[in-house]
């Protein structure tokens, strides 16, 4: 039922997001628990792999699902030798609000952050016509208000992927994978979230080689601190009408006279 002041109670039918446990396990190890929409689940585990610096894209041999009663179980088989830095151990289910849910360690929790090249150059006015290209593309979110979403766009701000999920980070995640998949260099455009901005959202972007992060909402002290180590360009509270520079403003370019 639906209450509104000044109005009798009324029936309420509307579509909902769909939120599963998916269990993600390296070489038959589990390691996580990830609650998230069940759909790009592979992209999902390789944009995992990705962002969480478990391995290179190019050591994942194959992506294998299994539905569960409990929910899916995704298994990530990897190179012999790949993995030269170890995910973070976890021991709790990591929630569709949480990027570090079960890291046991402080030093697991904030880890240095390679150093990003120069990078594409974008024109300001590139952001609001990425935004308003994204909001005609979230489909999911546009029918349940309930997800966010995660897109990659190139230096005029056209669209290349978009997904959405439940969880933000997730979100982020399963584009870095369709990212992988499709071939697409990070380097050449930038990523806009449709979420606050914390710092693993600034890490998972460093670690997808994007030099400029969008986001719709503003970011944390520390955000701002890893960008700057990242050499990272984070563009935050984005509006149809505007949007503040945190960190790395000599990539956004003031004027269509400038050079991109």
């Known amino acids: 039922m639906q209450w509104r002041a000044g109005r009798a109670p009324e029936a309420l039918a509307r579509d909902l997001p769909r939120e599963t446990a998916v269990g993600l396990s390296f070489d038959g190890r589990p390691h996580t628990v990830l609650m998230a929409t069940p759909r790009d689940l592979e992209e999902l585990a390789l944009g995992f792999v990705i962002t969480e610096a478990v391995a290179r894209a190019a050591d994942v041999l194959e992506i294998t699902t299994k539905e569960e009663e409990q929910g899916v179980l995704v298994d990530v088989r990897l190179a012999p030798g790949a993995v030269t830095r170890k995910a973070r151990p976890r021991n709790l289910e990591g929630r569709s609000s949480c ?88 380097a050449t455009g930038f990523v806009v979230v449709t979420s606050r901005c914390s710092f693993e959202m600034v890490e998972k972007a460093a670690r997808m080689g994007c030099p400029i992060l969008v986001a719709v909402s503003a970011p944390t002290e520390l955000a701002i601190s890893k960008a700057q180590e990242a050499n990272l360009t984070l563009v935050a509270l984005a509006r149809a009408d505007g949007h503040a520079v945190f960190a790395g403003g000599e990539r956004l370019v003031e004027s269509e006279l400038e050079p991109a």
Do not use: W, Y
Not at 107 to 125: I, K, S, T
């Open 99 to 186: 990027g570090l849910c079960g890291v046991q360690r402080l030093a697991d929790a904030v880890r240095p952050l390679p150093v990003l090249g120069e990078g594409v150059r974008v024109r300001h006015a590139a952001i609001p016509r990425a935004l308003a290209a994204l909001e005609q593309e979230q489909s999911l979110g546009r029918l349940t208000r309930a997800t966010h979403a995660a897109a990659f766009f190139d230096a005029g701000g056209t669209l290349v992927l978009v997904r959405e999920d439940v969880g933000r980070h997730n979100a982020l995640d399963k584009l870095a994978g369709a990212m992988a998949r499709e071939g697409v260099e990070a």
